[in-house]
């Protein structure tokens, strides 16, 4: 569904509107995720995970970010990976807004991919939209998130693809949510706890491989894993999902929830 100009322009008017009164810095990348950041919430071990899986299949790994908009998550990847490469099919999010496209992001369909990458990550899939087979066609492993009972057309199973593995974190609704009813919505303390007890993390991330590639992938992943330490590799905006209570590892008392957040799940 292409973007409405003079909607996105409204967007970014109330953008500098909440700026001027926001509580914190880091708040504008959960309330206005489309400028700001992502569809989905990460940490900097979402990003190392993904790294390490492309570097699984190269040394110099070809990568694509498959609708990175303006490229919140592409921009970390390629502090490891730096020929990484996006495409966003709107041109009006840059050039109808005055915005300067990056050189790494091209205009394009992905319908239309026309090269063979490594590693091609989905970070968000209109609903309505399917270009899975274009994508499973242009490479052998895919790390694909989508918000759980919406996008479900980010699923490769049945497109040659077997999935290596998975882990939950929280959708950027669900931080949006515990944002405001922490920080912006007048409430007894009483009702807030209740209300998060009900708290969601409705973000799927899955990694797929082609057969021939699942052991590599495996293997990296699980020695990643086996690495990570979040206290000494975080980004300044964890600390929000921590007070929300989207902590590493942490378990939700939502019984909906029943694995810790970024606990990979091994298939």
Sequence with gaps: MPFNLEDLRKARRELAQFGANTLSSNHDRYIFPFFKGSYFAYRKVDVL???AVAKAISSNPKYLDVGCGYGDFLKQVRKFIPNAEGIEKEAGIFYGLGIIKP???????AHWIDKKYDLIFVGWMEPGQDFRDPIARSTNVIITTLDQGISLESEFD?????RVAWWRTPSWEDVNTEIMNRYYTKMPDSRRTDLAKMRGAHNLWYVYAKPQKVRSVKAALKMQVEKESPIDHRYDFEFILDECGYGYLQKLENPAMLEPMWQVQWN
């Design 49 to 51: 995970r993904t790294v």
């Design 158 to 162: 049945g497109h040659g693809f077997q």
């Design 103 to 109: 050189d790494y992001i091209s205009i394009a369909d």
